[in-house]
């Protein structure tokens, strides 16, 4: 006798969103790799939906007396490798679906890099700039609190992500700590230095996106000396990016943020722009010509870096930009059309599930030295950060040449094979 067909849609109407959305772009993304899965492909199903997804209310008293409610997400949306891993988000525009689509995005990067971990996102719907420093403390440990009881060492390992810190972590671990009864430093990452975090976390991203980079380059033939680099983003990953291209001997001729564009066909001193930058940005630095916005996307460069929001690189703008090689500081700052836009003029594109993952792989590195309380030199650091981003670039282009795909589809099929391969390996129980 056959079982009645059963109904297996979800409830939850993020499950079948706006194609554009990032829920509906990431499943676009299962979509393109599934074809290269071979027999894993009966698993795939599997990364199509979040393991758990936890929704909490965060009240909290505001200084004047009165009570206000925010809502608050952890999602793991998967821990097939390991514990789930990511960072955590207070934004007015956080929202459940968003908060899946980037842990999923989480797994990918974490099996990309091949580090022993799924992936998982956490999120509060607020504006911490309207919060005094004792409100946000007070929404940081209740949050955690409510989201105790997944999170853990073992289980699932929040960082740092938009609108939260080293300090916000700070909270998180010490309110976690209490909670449980003994302090567990591992149970959050990007903390204080002294409070077990690591060396070389601060410049761990903008130092992949070079590491990477200059891997890439290499393998095009592609000279980095003398070299012109145009950075959107000169922030934490953007600047620290620019400085190590700059000591390889490229040239940074363009640089854009938040109050404007700066041009210098000749270079800019990376060193001098970094000094000049502070919280109202480079635009008032008086280095460089100022050039309109959109004229960023035109200047002539080798290498174009985008490092600072996502959906910046539009088809328009791909056709315009003249790089041979894209490296992706910023999370999801191409759109899928300009891919291939991009794809057909034959520019390289280095995804950002692996240009920016030295931030989570020195992530790792914290929650592997909180365990052994045996800390490391920011050498040895680097020196291990770039061996396993090397590994990973080398074992993606490997499989990028085999199938004659894109980085981004090899990115996404090796990290797949991975994750399906530990559900193939551990069964489905019961
Ligand atoms: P940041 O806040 O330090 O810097 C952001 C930069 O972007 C600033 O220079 C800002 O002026 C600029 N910017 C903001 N709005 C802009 C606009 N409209 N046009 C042009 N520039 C604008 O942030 P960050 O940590 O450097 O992160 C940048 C990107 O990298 C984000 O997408 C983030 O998710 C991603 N990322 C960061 C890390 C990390 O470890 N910091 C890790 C992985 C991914």
Not at 21 to 40: F, K
Not at 420 to 429: D, F, I, K, P, V
Request: proline share 5%; charged share 20%.
């Amino acid at each position: 006798m056959t079982s009645a067909p059963v109904d297996t849609k979800s409830e939850l109407s993020y499950m079948s969103p706006r194609p554009d959305s990032p829920w509906g772009t990431y499943l676009g993304q299962v979509d393109r790799v599934t074809p290269y899965l071979g027999p894993l492909q009966r698993w795939v199903d599997i990364l199509k939906r979040p393991k758990q997804a936890l929704v909490v209310n965060v009240p909290i008293e505001l200084d004047n007396g009165r009570f206000a409610h925010f809502e608050g997400y952890r999602v793991q949306h998967s821990l097939a490798r390991g514990p789930g891993k990511g960072g955590v988000r207070f934004h007015p525009d956080v929202t459940l679906e968003e908060v899946t689509a980037l842990s999923a995005w989480m797994t990918v990067k974490t099996a990309a890099v091949n580090l022993p971990y799924g992936g998982a996102k956490g999120g509060v719907r607020v504006d911490p700039r309207k919060l005094s420093r004792g409100e946000l403390e007070r929404l940081t440990r209740r949050y955690t609190s409510a989201i105790g009881k997944i999170i853990g060492p073992h289980t699932d390992i929040p960082a740092p992500d938009v609108n939260t810190n080293a300090q916000v972590m700070a909270w998180m671990m010490d309110t976690y700590s209490i909670n449980t009864g003994a302090t567990a430093t591992g149970v959050v990452t990007g903390k204080p230095i002294h409070l077990g975090g690591s060396l070389g976390r601060v410049k761990a991203t903008g130092r992949g996106v070079f590491v990477t980079g200059r891997e890439a380059a290499r393998r095009m033939g592609l000279d980095l000396n003398g070299a012109r680099i145009a950075i959107q983003g000169f922030g934490n990953v953007g600047s620290v990016a620019a400085e190590l291209f700059a000591d390889a001997g490229a040239k940074v001729v363009a640089v854009q943020d938040h109050s404007g564009t700066l041009y210098n066909d000749g270079g800019f001193d990376v060193a001098r722009l970094l000094a000049a930058n502070g919280p109202d940005g480079i635009a008032g630095s008086g280095l460089g010509e100022s050039i309109p916005d959109e004229s960023f996307w035109d200047v002539r460069c080798d290498i174009l870096i985008p490092a600072a929001l996502e959906g910046q690189l539009s088809a328009e703008r791909a056709r315009r930009v003249s790089a041979r090689l894209v490296l992706e500081g910023a999370n999801g700052p191409t759109v899928p059309a300009a891919d291939d836009v991009l794809a057909e003029r034959g520019v390289l594109l280095v995804p950002d599930v692996i240009c920016n993952a030295g931030g989570v792989t020195v992530s790792y590195f914290e929650w592997v030295q909180d365990f052994s309380s045996f800390f490391w030199t920011e050498d040895e650091i680097n020196v291990r950060l770039d061996k396993i981003l090397m590994q990973a670039l080398t074992r993606i282009w490997e499989t990028a040449d085999r199938h004659r795909i894109s980085l981004r589809t090899a990115t996404y099929a090796v990290a797949f094979e991975r994750i399906l391969m530990a559900h193939e390996e551990r069964g489905l129980y019961p």
